[in-house]
């Protein structure tokens, strides 16, 4: 082996900002030679990126953004919370997003083949990253929504900065109403929808895997009942009702008064406006939901390098 100590490897990781097992090779390649370990580092930078690309990014940013009647919602990962509140990184997811919104699709392949606004690619510029901050970094999804007319309304929740957070929201409104009437009413759905976390638009948008594990648990529960069969049928129906009714945008209770519909608060708001409102689509973006993040064990991950 050869003649550098752990200590050389996080001095490396420091100066580099490398995965351990890269540091540790790079120092290898170079003979201890921490000066020209960075070098080699450096000259391997899409070899590092790519490597990277094992790690679990569960932290990041959301980003918005609206222009006239379309608008987009883009998760990018990283690894830490720290990268997120990184200028270079929240540079990037607001550049990524402005890239987005010129596309008016949900494709995350096309996003990275877009053109960057600084040079290359999407993509180019997210590899980049990844060899300059030292963290797996990824574009997660995308979510484009619009309108024929009206307004689509934007809401970051916990913001970072301006179009930035970990919670983006994003409210299509169909009408003949001017965007002036409009922006403060779609602020409220959407910091509804922030709060509410529906599962779909309406009932028939649900999961169908989802009805069904919801179904079972109501089967369950009307089983132990010990009522008829014919009462736990109707049973589990109202449960599966209930349970729509709770989770799609349009028939939850409206969470400023808990009293009215979604549907019917938007044909009330329109009405009394002199117009028509139709709430046509939501994006409800949360940042890292639904990944499952690795426990890390750093004693081991030390030991294991050690161990050669």
């Known amino acids: 082996m050869a003649d550098f100590s752990i200590a050389d490897v996080k001095k490396l990781r420091e100066k580099t900002g490398a995965g351990m097992m890269d540091a540790k090779k790079a120092l290898v390649e170079a003979g201890g030679d921490i000066e020209a370990a960075i070098d080699g ?3 391997k930078g899409l070899a590092t990126a790519q490597k990277k690309s094992s790690r679990t ?18 998760e990018v990962n990283s690894e830490t919370d720290f990268v997120a509140k990184n200028d270079k990184f929240q540079d990037f997811v607001r550049h990524t997003t402005s890239v987005a919104l010129t596309l008016g699709s949900d494709d995350v392949e096309a996003l990275k083949a877009a053109d960057y606004p600084a040079g290359g690619t999407v993509a180019d510029k997210l590899t980049d990253n990844v060899a300059t901050i030292g963290e797996n970094q990824q574009i997660r999804r995308m979510k484009t929504v619009s309108v024929g007319s009206g307004s689509v309304v934007s809401y970051m929740h916990n913001a970072a900065a301006e179009g930035l957070g970990k919670i983006g929201v994003l409210v299509a409104l169909e009408s003949d109403l001017g965007a ?9 759905l959407a910091m509804h929808i922030a709060s509410m976390f529906p599962q779909a638009l309406d009932a028939d948008g649900l999961d169908a895997g989802l009805i069904e594990r919801e179904r079972a648990v109501a089967q369950e529960k009307a089983a132990e009942s010990g009522k008829p069969e014919n009462v736990q049928e109707k049973m589990v129906e109202g449960a599966i009702k209930k349970f729509a009714k709770e989770n799609a945008l349009l028939s939850q209770m409206f969470v400023m008064d808990n009293k009215t519909s979604v549907e019917d608060t938007v044909a009330k708001f329109g009405k009394d406006n002199g117009g028509s409102v139709k709430l046509t689509d939501y994006v409800r973006f949360q940042l890292g939901e639904g990944i499952e993040v690795e426990e890390e064990d750093f004693a081991a991950e030390v030991a294991a390098t050690l161990k050669g």
């Not at 002036?180 to 409220?188: A, N, T």
Request: no cysteine; proline share 3%.
């Open 180 to 188: 002036d009437v409009l922006e403060p009413f779609g602020k409220q």
């Open 57 to 74: 990014a569960a932290e990041g940013l959301v980003g918005v953004a609206v222009e006239g009647t379309r608008g987009v919602a883009v």
């Open 41 to 43: 580092l450096r000259a």
